[in-house]
């Protein structure tokens, strides 16, 4: 996916943006970049390619080089960001979280407007900020502009701009499915996706952008350019999975949420599977490791830690794209406590279940160590749909999900036309699911979360949750 973080002071600011766009490489491993700009050397840029080397240190020299008191950096998992752009708006430089489904379209859009041309990546490709920069620009003011571009943009676009003026402009996505926050220190304030990452650095929460939210940030303050909209549906897969667990969206600390999420799990499932011959419950490192902690808290099965991931030299940000490497890296970063194992009956807890190929690599692990039985939960509904709304999973269709690979196996064509029943653990369908993939698994049982307890735990109206990837309802 990708996040942002900008910062703007009457001191310089690029070492705040340099620490606190550090502290977004958890989500995403291909590129990052950082801008600043001083009045007497104008805007500046540098972009790095991270795939083998974490941020920090391919941006060490900027801190040297690099001057500004106003600045933004950015983590993407897709194209190179920030760009630099030219225009009747004056020269800028934007990075944007999200994805958009219908680039080509708004490409000859673009052209066919007579917007000039685009830089052609390889496959032909257009970086999405030149396009949603282009979109920008075809409009007279920023604001404008940014509206523009949010209806245009069929799936979701978050952006931050500097601009030539030394100020920040941010927007939060039209419905809200990704946060970003203000924070506020003595000599200026701050743009995050993570909330974390200001407060690190000694700044205080402002507060969240509501949907559709645009603002202009300067040193001195922060003026509100459009109203937030009434509308949100912000991702509910962010608490679950992807965010930091020291951060909190609308409020809601993701590390409580994933604790108090695998508590209500834990009440739930007793009621229909035995769980008294468990000998530990653990979580499948590390997003799944609070939902087992509050599992364990909630049906007294201690927990403990089977195998501990080696991440001093196997960091995420050095995980090959290639699946095949991938899959060997991960294996190998997984250390056994034989102790924990070796006849052993364990749960594990995992934020989710996706494609189940690495999943699948850590039971075969703990088997061969002598596990006596593994039983899997999975701490979110069973994944039924590929997210349109963001680039979460490396999945590149529906049937890259394990869940929809298994229906397909049992039904045909015919199950589409039962999700519910298959999401459902009390129906006919749905037990034959969960038996199915315990069964190509060697899982000794299966269960998933109920999205009404995921909601429970986020603590949020569901109304202002997306929840798309497990009900496929917008």
């Known amino acids: 996916m990708g996040g942002f973080f900008g910062s703007v002071k009457k001191s310089s600011a690029v070492f705040d943006v340099f620490i606190g766009t550090d502290y977004h490489s958890h989500l995403g491993t291909k590129r990052g970049g950082m801008a600043a700009y001083d009045p007497e050397v ?9 795939e083998n080397a974490p941020f920090r240190t391919k941006f060490e020299r900027v801190l040297k080089e690099m001057k500004g008191n106003a600045a933004i950096g950015c983590i993407s998992d897709t194209d190179p960001q920030p760009l630099l752009t ?9 990075c944007t979280i999200g994805i958009i489904n219908n680039a080509a379209a708004l490409v000859q859009k673009v052209l066919s407007a007579g917007g000039g041309y685009f830089d052609a990546m390889t496959g032909g490709r257009v970086n999405a900020n030149e396009l949603i920069a282009a979109l ?7 604001v404008d502009g940014i509206r523009y571009a ?5 799936g979701t676009a978050s952006i931050l701009l500097l601009t030539d003026r030394g100020t920040l402009i941010a927007a939060r996505d039209k ?4 946060p970003v926050l203000l924070g506020k220190c003595d000599d200026g304030y701050c743009v995050s996706f993570e909330s974390f990452a200001y407060k ?21 303050g922060i003026t509100q350019l459009a109203p937030a909209g009434k509308e949100m549906r912000i991702c509910a897969f962010l608490w679950s999975y992807y965010g930091y667990p020291t951060s909190s969206y609308e409020g809601v600390n993701v590390e409580i949420m994933r604790c108090k999420n695998g508590e209500i799990f834990a009440k739930n ?11 530990f419950v653990g979580g499948v490192p590390d997003s799944g490791t609070p939902h087992a902690i509050g599992y364990a808290n909630a049906c007294k099965v201690p927990f403990a830690r089977p195998y501990i991931k080696y991440t001093p030299t196997w960091s995420r940000s050095f995980m090959p794209v290639n699946q095949t490497e991938r899959n060997r890296v991960a294996k190998m970063k997984l250390i056994p406590v034989h102790e924990l194992i070796d006849g052993k009956k364990l749960l594990l807890v995992d934020d989710s279940i996706v494609r189940g190929t690495q999943l699948k690599e850590t039971v075969d692990f703990l088997y061969s160590h002598g596990a006596k039985a593994v039983h899997m939960r999975s701490a979110c509904p069973p994944i039924m749909y590929g997210c349109k709304y963001l ?22 064509e015919e199950s589409v036309k039962h999700m519910e029943e298959y999401s459902n653990s009390e129906t006919e369908r749905g037990k034959a699911m969960r038996k199915a993939i315990c069964d190509k698994f060697q899982f000794e049982s299966l269960e998933f979360q109920s999205l009404e307890g995921l909601i429970e735990a986020i603590g949020l109206e569901p109304c202002k949750l997306c929840t798309y990837c497990w009900t496929g309802k917008e």
Do not use: C
Not at 200 to 220: F, T
Not at 391 to 412: K, Q, V, Y
């Open 269 to 279: 499932d007793a009621k229909t599977h035995d769980l008294h011959d468990i000998d």
């Open 136 to 142: 920008i620009n075809s409009k007279k003011s920023f």
């Open 175 to 178: 419905v809200g499915r990704l």
């Open 391 to 412: 680039n979460f999973s490396r999945s590149s269709g529906d049937m890259d999900l394990i869940t929809r690979r298994t229906m397909m196996e049992l039904e045909g």
């Open 86 to 94: 030219v225009s009747r708006l004056g020269t800028y430089a934007i």
């Open 42 to 50: 104008g805007l500046q840029r540098e972009i790095h390619n991270i």
């Open 150 to 154: 949010q209806e245009q943009v069929e």
């Open 200 to 220: 690190k650095l000694g700044y205080l929460d402002e507060r969240e952008l509501g949907p559709g939210e645009i603002v202009e940030v300067s040193a001195d």
